[in-house]
């Protein structure tokens, strides 16, 4: 029988691999479609290619839960032009993952790696050696750690080495209670948005509204534009992957919030019937 720490050593692995490709395993294509469109299924919202029903990877009809998840899904396969570039469709990816599931994981697996994420989370480790660097982030990030242990009711340490600052049980309790209470696409997508920003405060912030996404990335890429700004830059590099950055949380954010907003709208329903 396999360890606890072998199993989560593993778990970690596949969540890792499944955010760095969003489950994708395409091969370069040529566009061979000439529209997107979308068809409603009962009750459920289709995107099809030219009138054909688009597939997962695993052959299973693509499908999503609201009409506007399915157009922006469309519109991101309409963007396409002579080739398609999968590694930019972050909907359809997270779609995918969501669906084929090819790591064949539960809520639990996703909120277990979220909480050991917790305490490598960047906006947790200060500066040791720079002064001028730590009081930047002290700057910017003080106010997040602040909206975090208020919007939970928590405190939660900082580092100023290397050694990870300690997560209490309480803290852990109610952010588990908090990631289990999304549903397995919004929590694989906060997996995804969380891997690009290397924080999950920080996709907590997005969630909650409280930080934009390009906001979010600045801060999760604060080190290295103060080192940026030190040494010089690659005028175009480093911006086309603050762009790219941005574009997996804003679609994990999509995610989430078409989850939401689904699930409240159940719920009034449900009250008003009752």
Same mark, same amino acid.
Not at 4 to 23: E, P, Y
Not at 104 to 110: A, G, P, Q, S, Y
Not at 145 to 159: A, C, P, T
Not at 179 to 198: C, I, R, V
């Given at each position: ?15 890792? @691999? ?11 294509? @040529? ?23 688009? &597939? ?16 922006? *899904? ?21 779609c ?7 790591g064949?994981l539960? &809520? ?15 906006? +947790? ?28 009711? *928590? ?9 990870p ?9 109610? +952010?588990?209670r908090?990631?289990l ?5 919004? +929590?694989?997508?906060?997996?995804f ?25 600045? +801060? ?35 995610? *989430? ?10 719920? &009034?329903? &449900?009250?008003?019937?009752?």
């Amino acid at each position: 029988m396999l360890s606890t720490k072998f199993q989560r050593q593993f778990l970690l692995s596949i969540l890792s @691999k499944q955010s760095q490709n969003g489950g994708r395993n395409y091969a370069t294509a @040529k566009r061979f479609y000439r529209r997107a469109d979308i068809v409603q299924n009962e009750n459920k919202w289709e995107v099809t290619l030219d009138h054909r029903r688009l &597939k997962t990877p695993n052959g299973l009809v693509f499908n999503v839960n609201t009409e506007g998840l399915a157009r922006a *899904i469309a519109a991101e396969w309409d963007a396409q032009h002579d080739g398609i570039s999968q590694p930019s469709m972050h909907l359809t990816a997270l779609c995918n993952t969501a669906l084929d599931n090819p790591g064949k994981l539960n &809520k639990h697996d996703i909120a277990i790696h979220l909480l050991e994420y917790l305490a490598t989370d960047t906006v +947790l480790f200060f500066s040791d050696e720079e002064e001028e660097l730590r009081l930047l982030q002290e700057q910017k990030w003080g106010p997040v750690l602040e909206w975090f242990e208020k919007r939970f009711n *928590i405190k939660q340490e900082v580092s100023r080495d290397f050694q990870p600052p300690p997560v209490t049980s309480e803290t852990r309790a109610v +952010l588990a209670r908090h990631f289990l209470s999304y549903d397995f696409p919004a +929590l694989n997508a906060m997996n995804f948005g969380t891997e690009a920003l290397k924080s999950p405060i920080l996709m907590l912030a997005c969630v909650d509204r409280f930080l934009q996404p390009k906001e979010a990335v600045m +801060l999760a890429r604060l080190e290295e534009e103060y080192q940026l700004q030190r040494w010089g830059r690659v005028p175009w590099a480093h911006e086309l992957n603050q762009v790219e950055l941005t574009s997996r949380v804003a679609a994990s954010l999509l995610i *989430i919030q078409n989850s939401t907003e689904l699930h409240t709208e159940k719920a &009034k329903k &449900k009250a008003e019937e009752s």
